[in-house]
């Protein structure tokens, strides 16, 4: 006969000690970003995400999963208020006990202000949570001038193109997390070193291969992607829709449509998450080659640890089937 006490004992001492802490429940709200947060807690958990696959950041609803989530999180990364001014509400009504981290807002992130112009020349970004604001140039103007007053619209959100934002991130995330988490916080520091040599190596390679692509004259859908752009010193020629992916105006599309003789512009490409048919009519009496897909999001990537790092290679791919006018 098996005495109770004996076997509570023994059970107790078989059991490993970090089955005693919960890890913090954990919710990102991009796919990248969750793959950042992914490879930290690595061995720990797994965070949550709250946009899924396929749909847009800059507009999106949440579905009752998602709110779920957000109402249980201990912690919330999330990109910032100009990525997605939608979040701003779900995150102080349903997270409002949660650590709440802005990426855009960390000291440690590379910013690059909104770019002007459907050539990147004439008018800047305007604040995304007024559409109106976008058929009105004077407006843009205005906003550009208040440079020292932080506020939301100013700086291009789409910082998670630069794999240096991911590195600086990723040792962000856990300090934050083993701040939350302190049993666990070696593995997170652990985890965030090993991810940051890895996007070393990642940023030399994607280096290397765009030392072939110089010169490249291309047009994205929306301006997403000036980070990437810079880190690896292949511009684009313009962008068809403003970084918000706000509908084009006539007289934009009409600037691009100049532009493409003028520069030379030998590639257009469209988006997964927007309307392809549009890029195709803008360029349907030009030279340009509109077959090419490039996403800053990763939709065909698998959620996880992975998919940031494969984002990254994509988009280079991308550029790739772009190539110099010989
Ligand atoms: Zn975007």
């Known amino acids: 006969m098996v005495r109770p006490a004996l076997l509570t004992g023994l059970t107790l001492c078989l059991l490993p000690v970090y089955s005693w802490a919960t890890p913090p429940r954990v919710v990102a709200d991009i796919a990248p970003l969750h793959s950042i947060v992914a490879q930290v807690m690595s061995g720990v958990g797994h965070p949550d995400l709250l946009v899924q696959p396929g749909a847009s950041p800059h507009s999106y609803s949440l579905r009752p999963s998602e709110a779920e989530a957000l109402a249980q999180a201990d912690v919330v ?38 770019r002007e112009g459907a050539t990147f020349e004439s008018h800047s970004h305007a604040d995304e949570s007024n559409h109106e604001e976008h058929e009105e140039h004077e407006e843009h103007e205005e906003h550009n001038d208040d440079h020292d007053d932080h506020h939301h619209g100013e700086h291009d959100p789409h910082a998670w193109l630069d794999p240096m934002n991911g ?37 030399v390679s994607l280096s290397e291969r765009a030392e072939h692509l110089k010169g490249i004259r291309f047009i994205v859908f929306h301006d997403a992607y000036q980070y990437f752009e810079r880190r690896f010193g292949l511009p684009a020629a313009g962008a068809i829709a403003l970084s918000d992916a706000s509908d084009p105006s006539p007289a934009r599309i009409r600037e691009i449509q100049e532009l493409v003789s003028k520069l030379g512009v030998t590639c257009a490409f469209t988006e997964p998450q927007y309307n392809p048919g549009l890029v195709n009519t803008i360029f349907e009496r030009s030279e340009v080659n509109t077959v090419s897909v490039m996403d800053p999001l990763g939709v065909d990537i698998e959620i996880g640890a992975d998919h940031y790092a494969e984002l990254l290679n994509r988009l280079m791919a991308s550029l790739e089937q772009c190539r110099p006018q010989s």
């Open 77 to 114: 990364f999330w990109i910032s208020e100009e990525l997605s001014p939608w979040l701003e509400s779900p995150l102080e009504n349903l997270a409002s006990s949660a650590h709440k981290v802005e990426m855009l807002e960390l000291s440690a992130t590379i910013n690059h202000p909104f």
């Open 167 to 203: 590195k600086a991130w990723a040792g962000h995330i856990a300090q934050i997390l083993s701040r939350q988490d302190p049993s666990n916080a070696e593995t997170y520091q652990k985890n965030a070193q090993a991810f940051q040599a890895s996007l070393d190596k990642l940023t």
